[in-house]
């Protein structure tokens, strides 16, 4: 079993369009949705949900009033002054450090496990999905990426499939480092533009700190062609594979639109690149033991 995770340095680069192009193109896979801070791989794949469950992930103080003396303690030690003047608790505010319920002397303030959002387990016509939902203003999307991944790898070695097909988060933050850690591949998608250039440097950092293969595919390199050769160079620089240039059409638009993958929807250049990004990803990840 091989597991691929897209990323990108920023959002908006095209990172799920080719992540449910790979959802169509492989065989015997199962697909995650690691972006769990802003999940849309679903609008592709319309997946019909098996199983529901609640993520619970953090903790928040709160004050038991009928033991409370008010002597100050909690709001003197409080950083974030998440100590309201009643001696209640700002959840909002409280980023769950428990000072406050280690000095309070009267034992009134109990630390209590957020309920922060949902993972589930769904069937897509390409597959078993396993995706989440973040609550608003919620933290510990790492601890849900981890656990949407584990899920997914799961479900790929209970029904010995090949492949567990990720659609990672952007950026570089702990959410990117749970999405990539251990993966067999990290595809990288950049967009030609000079801060698309600047994240790419920025993730690349990342998956080499935690020895992660990567490649790379430049998305709508057409939009601006002096761009795409500077970028070009930098990866063939620093060696690193770049899998294919894939044009800017309007039609994958539509094709989001109507919640349907480019691969499904048209027979154009793009979807002509994909697969052929697509075979040249599978062949050389299976010579790999």
């Not at 003047?85 to 406050?100: H, K, L, W």
């Not at 993972?119 to 609550?135: E, I, N, Q, Y």
């Not at 990342?206 to 430049?218: A, C, D, E, R, S």
């Not at 800017?248 to 109507?258: C, I, L, Q, T, Y």
Request: charged share 25%; hydrophobic share 40%.
């Amino acid at each position: 079993m091989k597991q691929i995770v897209i990323i990108s340095g920023k959002g908006g680069t095209g990172k799920t369009v080719i992540t449910g192009a790979f959802a169509a193109l492989a065989e015997y896979k199962v697909m995650a949705d690691c972006d769990v801070d802003a999940a849309d791989l679903h609008l592709l794949l319309n997946p019909k949900i098996k199983n529901s469950h609640t993520f619970r992930g953090g903790i928040t103080a709160f004050t038991h009033k009928e033991l409370c003396e008010g002597c100050g303690a909690c709001r003197a030690v409080c950083r974030f002054e998440a100590v309201r003047e009643d001696f209640t608790i700002d959840p909002i505010s409280c980023e769950g450090c428990a000072f406050c319920h280690f000095v309070c002397p009267q034992n009134a303030i109990e630390m209590k496990v957020n309920t922060s959002g949902k993972w589930f387990v769904s069937d897509t016509r390409f597959g078993p999905l396993v995706h989440a939902k973040l609550g608003i203003a919620e933290e510990n999307s790492g601890k849900l990426v981890s656990l949407v991944r584990q899920k997914a790898k799961e479900i790929a070695e209970e029904k010995n499939y090949k492949w567990v097909i990720i659609d990672g988060s952007p950026g570089i933050g702990c959410p990117v480092i749970a999405s990539i850690t251990g993966v067999d591949c990290a595809v990288i998608v950049v967009e030609p533009t000079l801060s698309g250039l600047h994240d790419a440097e920025r993730v690349v950092g990342v998956t080499k700190h935690f020895n992660v293969p990567v490649k790379v595919i430049i998305n709508k390199y057409d939009l601006n062609c002096g761009m795409t050769e500077k970028i070009e160079r930098w990866f063939k620089d620093k060696n690193i594979q770049i899998l294919g240039k894939v044009v800017f059409n309007k039609a994958v638009v539509k094709s989001v639109v109507e919640g349907k993958t480019i691969i499904e929807y048209s027979n154009n250049q793009v979807t002509k690149t994909l697969r052929n990004i697509w075979r040249l990803l599978k062949e050389e990840l299976e010579r790999t033991n």
